[in-house]
T-cell receptor
Framework: AQKVTQAQTEISVVEKEDVTLDCVYE???????LFWYKQPPSGELVFLIR??????QNEISGRYSWNFQKSTSSFNFTITASQVVDSAVYFC?????????????FGGGTRVLVKP | DTEVTQTPKHLVMGMTNKKSLKCEQH?????MYWYKQKAKKPPELMFV???????INESVPSRFSPECPNSSLLNLHLHALQPEDSALYLC????????????FGPGTRLLVL
């Protein structure tokens, strides 16, 4: 069975600080996808990034960056120079190809609070 | 355009009521999903439709009845719900090939009295 663990339940930072969210996963699949979603207080889950298991190249997109390390089964996410608008719950997720359809296994989420 | 819309935004219903949640996408996706999310928890998968056919039912009670009238629409019919069914109900859609990204709607906040 697949499993995603986000050990940090809540992180509080002051604006402009960097914040790194940890994600560790378990799977027996050799081909899989990892995702990060953001859920602001409004409730909508906003897609941030998708990575497949063969692409360990780290990525930077604006203030966001991701560090995928297959050897340690980790897919960490960093927000640089945090802003109040970054306050949200962030979910790491692992995709499982079921018999019919795709199933996402979510981590427990990390609540990020950015104070002005 | 990666928009999934859901109506209503909020719903309050009694345990004897019948109501429906609606979800719509115009991205040409052929897979659609219903998730239930309780406060401070991650979303939990309820149903998956693939090419308008129910492909996954995660042992959801029969008081929740999904329907996919066409490739753009997904409904969730609610009947005789319990207070513990109060939650945020999220709809998502994705391409039906490989392990494609699921795009989520804003959700319906349901309160069962």
């Amino acid at each position: 069975a697949q499993k995603v663990t986000q050990a940090q339940t809540e992180i509080s930072v002051v604006e402009k600080e960097d914040v790194t969210l940890d994600c560790v996963y378990e799977t027996r699949d050799t081909t899989y996808y990892l995702f990060w979603y953001k859920q602001p207080p409004s409730g909508e889950l906003v897609f941030l990034i998708r990575r497949n298991s063969f692409d360990e190249q780290n990525e930077i997109s604006g203030r966001y960056s991701w560090n995928f390390q297959k050897s340690t089964s980790s897919f960490n996410f960093t927000i640089t120079a945090s802003q109040v608008v970054d306050s949200a719950v962030y979910f790491c997720a692992l995709s499982e190809r079921a018999a019919a359809g795709n199933k996402l296994t979510f981590g427990g989420g990390t609540r990020v609070l950015v104070k002005p | 355009d990666t928009e999934v819309t859901q109506t209503p935004k909020h719903l309050v219903m009694g345990m004897t009521n019948k109501k429906s949640l609606k979800c719509e996408q115009h991205m040409g996706h052929r897979a659609m999903y219903w998730y239930k999310q309780k406060a401070k928890k991650p979303p939990e998968l309820m149903f998956v439709y693939s090419y308008e056919k129910l492909s996954i039912n995660e042992s959801v009670p029969s008081r929740f009845s999904p329907e996919c009238p066409n490739s753009s629409l997904l409904n969730l019919h609610l009947h005789a719900l319990q207070p513990e069914d109060s939650a945020l109900y999220l709809c998502a859609s994705s391409q039906e090939r490989g392990q494609e990204t699921q795009y989520f709607g804003p959700g319906t906040r349901l309160l069962v009295l």
